[in-house]
């Protein structure tokens, strides 16, 4: 696995709009704080110019995603690249992007929600870390949260222990676009099958499952020969379910369940969700359960990842080590 270097006092991130700019005035608040906030800490940043463009969901055409990610890529000055927010259409521009580019110029990129086309495919394919975390306009808030905090000090290389959050948010409206989390709901991790205490270790990949299952079976799928490759230490899967319904969830479960994904998995965790919408009134719970029982192993869910704010920093393709007991948990990471 190649571990890119770390952020230094000065150096440069690129931020860029693989999947939606923003155009939102509140938004755009947001997104000039985070600035003002990461020079503050010392950093420069450079954009590129679909950052603060959005048409149907698109912040450029495909071609032009592709071409301004390469640039931060071989611009020597961009040590670690943040992606400006999610989206819908993020896998559009992965037909066009030269991967040689990024193989022979390997540096952080950082996301989540629709950006895991990118860093799923990157770590999969090309075996360099990559991190789900915030997007970028996400540290235009004031103060920041813990798990910013934790975040940067990750991008610099200091890889903490990080611990689960106290609450989370249920609801939010930006007014200023400075505004904090609203955190409102206590963080309670659940074991699925009820053990005492959850503690396993693996080679740790994963993102956002509505994105994870649109890549399955395109020619950006190496996910089975990852998962040989670092079948000795064993794989541990997060997986961040944003839109799913249960019906959905079964349906993505069992695909990748019958496809060999679980072959080699050592444990999974799951996100928590906004709402599990279900025709057949099923649960979010019961999905995950009843799809996954006869594998035997640990399952974690309501974890701190994903789109119910505050999230962990998950540093696909690393070591993962991971406990969790009476509703709190840990993770720490080993770059080897």
């Not at 150096?11 to 906030?37: F, Q, Y």
């Not at 149907?56 to 943040?82: H, N, Q, T």
Request: overall charge neutral.
């Amino acid at each position: 696995m190649i571990y890119p270097e770390f952020l230094k006092e000065y150096d440069t991130i690129g931020v860029t709009a693989p999947s939606d700019g923003i155009t939102d005035e509140v938004k755009l608040k947001r997104l000039d704080n985070a600035i003002k906030n990461f020079e503050k800490r010392g950093f420069k940043i450079k954009e590129t110019p679909n950052v603060r463009y959005s048409i149907k969901g698109r912040s450029s055409s495909s071609e032009e995603r592709a071409r301004e990610l390469e640039r931060l890529y071989k611009d020597k000055d961009v040590k670690a690249i943040i992606c400006t927010s999610g989206g819908a259409f993020l896998l559009e521009m992965l037909s066009e992007v030269d991967f040689k580019i990024i193989k022979d110029n390997p540096k952080w990129i950082q996301g989540y929600s629709d950006p895991t086309g990118l860093l799923f495919t990157i770590t999969t394919n090309l075996d360099i870390a990559t991190i789900y975390s915030d997007n970028f306009k996400t540290f235009g808030m004031e103060p920041w949260h813990k798990s910013l905090e934790n975040n940067l000090e990750i991008l610099k290389g200091n890889i903490i222990e990080q611990k689960s959050f106290s609450k989370y948010e249920e609801d939010k409206e930006l007014i200023t676009g400075l505004e904090p989390y609203n955190l409102t709901k206590k963080v309670y991790w659940k074991n699925l099958n009820n053990e005492e205490v959850i503690n396993i270790k693996g080679r740790i990949i994963g993102g956002c499952l509505d994105l994870i299952t649109e890549l399955f079976g395109t020619r950006f799928d190496n996910t089975k020969n990852f998962l040989e490759k670092y079948k000795d230490e064993g794989i541990i899967w997060y997986f961040d379910v944003c839109e799913l319904s249960s019906e959905s969830l079964i349906r993505t479960l069992w695909k990748l369940k019958d496809n060999g994904y679980f072959k080699y998995t050592k444990g999974i965790l799951f996100s928590r969700v906004f709402a599990c919408n279900s025709y057949y009134d099923i649960s979010y719970e019961e999905a995950i359960s009843k799809s996954l029982q006869e594998l035997n192993i640990p399952i974690i869910i309501n974890t701190d990842i994903g789109h119910v704010s505050p999230r962990l920093t998950i540093i696909n393709g690393s070591i993962a080590t991971i406990i969790s007991s009476s509703g709190k948990g840990k993770i720490s990471f080993e770059l080897k």
